[in-house]
Structures are given as structure tokens and as C-alpha cells.
């Protein structure tokens, strides 16, 4: 090979390896998994102020009081929520079967139709322990920036309250003390999630 060739096959091969590195971010204590795009600290999560489905005002000091999965989706989601948010309730549950007690959280960036009684019924329909959020658009947004969360309104022909969301689609290990203690990608099941969480909180 040429020099100049050698030397950008050699800046690639150190792109992609940052990349792969990326990808496998291990955690504080080292843990990888194919499950987990990031780890421990990061600049996710903070302070929020919103409503849950029983109409009570929580800070996220409330709701986050021992370790939690979080999820942002909306009720009306056909089909990436359900599935997801599923997937979030058996983990908690064969957590709960080891002894590990993690709180499920779902926090709606769709609050023009996901009200408190649309809430309740969601949340009841998940998972008995599960504290589903709404707010006002500003509040919603202010919980989404601080968990860097991407949703938008999908602009289309039809009218009134037939729209999709866009949205981003992880789920957040967080802990009261340690904030982010892990960050997963959709495309997981239960017993993946269950075992991350319980290496990711084994430090805790
Ligand atoms: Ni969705």
C-alpha cells in the first residue's frame, strides 16, 4: 500500500474502533453488554416537575427514590411503546422474582392526549407499580432535555387527534444517588435487561 493510503486506512481503523467503543461503553464497573449504549454518568437526567396518573404533582426526586427504569413513549404509540414499555414491565418482574425491586416509570411526550385518566389506564394495563407522567407541554419538554429525548409531532393530512409521534426509544436505568447507571437500546428482551440491571446495580 501506498503511504497516504496506509495512513487513512489507519485514521479509519481508529474511527471505527472509537465507534465500536462507543457502541460498548463500559460502565463504572466495567460491565459491557450488546443492551447497553451507555453507562454510568453522562449527562442524563435532572430535575423535572410533572403529573402522574393519579393527578398528584411528583419532582423527580418523588418518583426516582430508589433505582428505576424509565421510558418517554406515548399511549397512542401502535406499536414501538407497547412493545417496549411490555418489555420494561417482565423485566421488572423477573427482577422483582430475585429480589431486585426497580420502580417502572413512563414519561409521555405526548401530552395534549395522554391525560391523567389515559395515564391510569395505561399504567394499570402495564405494570401495578408503574408511575406514568404528564404535564404541561413545558414541563414535558423540560423532563425530555434533561434526558435528552427527541419527540416531535409527525406532521400529516389527517386532522385533529389522529397524529404519530416521533420520538427516541431507550430506556434509563437511573438511581437516586448516582443519576444514569445505564442507557439501553430497544431490541432487547426481559431476561437481557434483568441481567444488566442487576450487574449495573451490583455497584450500588
Ligand atoms: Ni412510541
Known amino acids: 500500500m501506498r503511504p497516504t493510503l496506509w495512513v487513512a486506512s489507519a485514521i479509519i481503523a481508529v474511527i471505527v474502533g472509537g465507534m465500536a ?7 463504572g464497573q466495567g460491565y459491557t453488554s450488546p443492551a447497553l449504549v451507555d453507562a454510568a ?20 426526586a418523588e ?3 430508589g433505582p428505576a427504569l424509565v421510558y418517554f413513549g406515548y399511549t397512542f404509540c401502535p406499536d ?11 423485566t421488572v418482574d423477573m427482577l422483582a422474582a430475585d429480589g431486585v425491586s426497580v420502580k417502572p416509570v ?12 389515559a395515564l391510569a389506564d395505561y399504567a394499570g394495563a402495564m405494570h401495578p407499580d408503574m408511575i406514568a407522567l404528564t404535564g404541561s407541554d413545558e414541563q414535558i419538554k423540560t423532563a425530555a432535555a434533561a434526558y435528552k429525548v427527541y419527540y416531535a409531532k409527525v406532521d400529516s393530512e389527517g386532522s385533529g ?8 426509544a431507550f430506556m434509563y436505568l437511573m438511581s437516586p444517588d448516582q443519576g444514569l447507571l445505564g442507557l439501553f437500546r430497544r431490541g432487547f428482551g426481559p431476561e437481557q435487561f434483568a441481567k444488566d440491571v442487576k450487574a449495573l446495580l451490583g455497584g450500588v
Open 21 to 27: 467503543w462507543l457502541m460498548l461503553a463500559p460502565s
Open 80 to 90: 414501538v411503546c407497547p412493545v417496549d414499555v411490555q418489555i420494561m414491565a417482565e
Open 106 to 117: 413512563f414519561i409521555t411526550v405526548d401530552p395534549a392526549r395522554d391525560t391523567v385518566e
Open 161 to 168: 387527534d389522529d397524529y404519530l409521534m416521533n420520538h427516541t
Open 63 to 65: 418518583v426516582i427514590d
Open 41 to 60: 454518568g453522562g449527562d442524563v437526567g435532572g430535575a423535572f416537575t410533572l403529573i402522574d396518573h393519579t393527578g398528584r404533582t411528583v419532582t423527580d
